[in-house]
């Protein structure tokens, strides 16, 4: 198998576009969601999904209503920088992992924070990295 690697300007290209994705999510702006989720190239299937332990999401559209729904209420993602591992699947393909805190809440429920385990695959695209897959993977 073979053993593939990311120039430091992928992988700091990488990490960007996660951080862009916090900033998005935390400040609850869907057109900065659509701008890091990956778009399908003609003739080729949506390549965005959203899977977590109580729900899938597959495809762009379904994915950002998604987050359309839950903006409506609290929703903070604030993942540690600091553990944030970016690893190369293929020269186009990038696997990120990052403990994250998110805190979810409705006025009627209250606020809670959870951690998670965040995993994300990156794809190389014509406009640069963008964000493919989302599993959040809750933390024990």
């Not at 949506?46 to 209420?73: C, K, M, Q, T």
């Amino acid at each position: 198998m073979k053993d593939h690697h990311f120039t430091e300007a992928d992988v700091a290209e990488i990490r960007a576009l996660f951080l862009r994705q916090a900033v998005a999510e935390t400040a609850h702006d869907i057109d900065g969601m659509n701008d890091v989720l990956a778009t399908a190239i003609d003739g080729q299937t949506d390549p965005v999904n959203f899977i977590g332990r109580a729900y899938r999401f597959w495809g762009r559209d379904a994915v950002l209503e998604h987050f359309r729904s839950v903006f409506e209420g609290t929703w903070r993602f604030e993942p540690e920088v600091e553990h944030i591992k970016v690893t190369a699947i293929n020269q186009d393909v990038a696997h990120i992992y990052a403990p994250t805190s998110i805190t979810i809440g409705t006025q009627s429920s209250g606020e809670a924070t959870h951690r998670f385990l965040v995993n994300e695959f990156a794809v190389r695209t014509p406009d640069g990295w963008r964000i493919s897959t989302i599993v959040p993977v809750p933390a024990q």
